[in-house]
T-cell receptor, first 110, second 112 residues
């Protein structure tokens, strides 16, 4: 059974810092991996999608990497801003559904 | 149109009521999903529809009944729910199974 773990569970940083969120998964047989952002009480916003054949994807200040063989992905956020404060969820897709990690709650202090 | 819409935004219902949640997308996606998210927990898959046919039911109680009337619409019919069913219900769609999923804003359901 696929299990997804995210570390740390919570993170508080001052504005302007670069930071890394970690995601690990137990079964490397995945189609893709998605990183999402969720604001309190809201739906999920897709940030980045990495296909299983890719090593990384970039969008603006965000960079996500994937090492399928070791079952790891990282989300790098450059020059963090207070507006980045949210819960970040990692999800792997074994083919027909998403399996989510518990998320990292990020707080960026101004 | 690149969004998934869900109605209503909020729903309060008693345990004897019957209600429905609606989800719509106009991106031509052929896979649609229902997820349930309890407070401070990640979303959990309930149902998957692929090409308007139910392909996955994650052992969801029969008081939840999904329906896919056409390729753009997905409903979730609710009957005789329990207070522990209170949660955020999220709909998502993708071009096909295994592709990038796009989520709607969710329906916040409270069962009294």
């Amino acid at each position: 059974k696929q299990e997804v773990t995210q570390i740390p569970a919570a993170l508080s940083v001052p504005e302007g810092e670069n930071l890394v969120l970690n995601c690990s998964f137990t079964d490397s047989a995945i189609y893709n991996l998605q990183w999402f952002r969720q604001d309190p009480g809201k739906g999920l916003t897709s940030l980045l999608l990495i296909q299983s054949s890719q090593r990384e994807q970039t969008s603006g200040r965000l960079n996500a990497s994937l090492d399928k063989s070791s079952g790891r992905s990282t989300l790098y956020i450059a020059a963090s801003q207070p507006g980045d404060s949210a819960t970040y969820l990692c999800a792997v897709n074994p083919g027909n559904k998403l399996v989510f990690g518990a998320g990292t709650i990020l707080r960026v202090k101004s | 149109d690149t969004e998934v819409t869900q109605t209503p935004k909020h729903l309060v219902m008693g345990m004897t009521n019957k209600k429905s949640l609606k989800c719509e997308q106009h991106m031509g996606h052929r896979a649609m999903y229902w997820y349930k998210q309890k407070a401070k927990k990640p979303p959990e898959l309930m149902f998957v529809y692929s090409y308007e046919k139910l392909s996955i039911n994650e052992s969801v109680p029969s008081r939840f009944s999904p329906e896919c009337p056409n390729s753009s619409l997905l409903n979730l019919h609710l009957h005789a729910l329990q207070p522990e069913d209170s949660a955020l219900y999220l709909c998502a769609s993708s071009q096909d199974e295994g592709q990038e999923q796009f989520f709607g804003p969710g329906t916040r359901l409270t069962v009294l």
